[in-house]
């Protein structure tokens, strides 16, 4: 996947304030100050496009921003969504503001009907956190489609971020029989970009001939 163009749509306090679900759509959520707006800016090859802060709690609402890709450098061009969500866990904000980040999140994933593919991120550095598996354990609950992203894998030697990645999955392995797909990355390195774009590329390609079937 080429990504031709990304530019940043609109924030929106509540799912029933996005726009239309007309296409195929990404989000991207993590924990506070886990890299998010770093990787996605990464993944669009756009240092500007989504902000970044050393302040956790900076992204408050359901941002959108509309992506133009094609799979070939003459390729048809194809237009989705990408989504950056609020963090999950801590953040210096009143607890009666979390719990409606929380509420905001768990709406917009349940009810956003366009959602193809939710990117979970967990910070490769440290050992699994009891939140980070609580929130995908509720993602199996609602059955939502998602991908294990693990950020910073340059902050750490390998051999570390390896023994923390098979950690995390063999705790969520506890509770789960079969694993979601999982990527390492960096967004200084750009170590795992072309496998996060082979599978937005490979998801925007069912997307279609889903589209095309029901037309038929």
């Known amino acids: 996947m080429i990504i031709r163009k990304a530019v940043y749509l609109i924030s929106s306090p509540s799912v029933d304030k996005c726009p239309k679900a007309d296409r195929a ?20 090859n756009n240092s500007k496009l989504a902000k970044t802060s ?15 890709s094609s799979r070939s450098e003459k390729g048809a061009v194809s237009n989705w969504y990408l989504v950056d969500l609020p963090g999950y866990g801590y953040a210096k904000v009143a607890q009666q503001k979390r719990r409606s980040w929380g ?60 023994a923390n990645v098979k950690a995390f999955l063999d705790s969520m392995l506890q509770t789960w029989q079969f694993l979601p797909q999982s990527v390492i990355t960096s967004a200084t390195t750009k170590q795992g970009r072309e496998e996060l774009l082979q599978i937005l590329d490979e998801s925007n390609v069912r997307f279609q001939e889903h589209q095309r079937g029901d037309s038929e």
């Not at 759509?25 to 506070?32: L, P, Q, T």
């Not at 050393?54 to 133009?68: E, L």
């Open 54 to 68: 050393a302040a956790p709690g900076k992204t408050q609402s359901i941002n959108h921003f509309t992506v133009a």
């Open 103 to 162: 509420q905001m999140i768990e709406n917009y994933l349940r009810k956003r009907d366009n959602l193809i593919n939710l990117f979970v991120l967990i910070d490769s550095r440290h050992e699994p956190q009891e939140i980070d598996l609580e929130f995908v354990n509720s993602l199996g609950e609602w059955q939502i489609p998602f991908t294990l992203v693990f950020t910073k894998a340059d902050k750490s030697k390998p051999g570390r971020v390896q």
């Open 25 to 44: 759509e990404y989000a991207f959520i993590g924990r506070s100050n886990v890299g998010k707006s770093s990787l996605i800016n990464m993944l669009c």
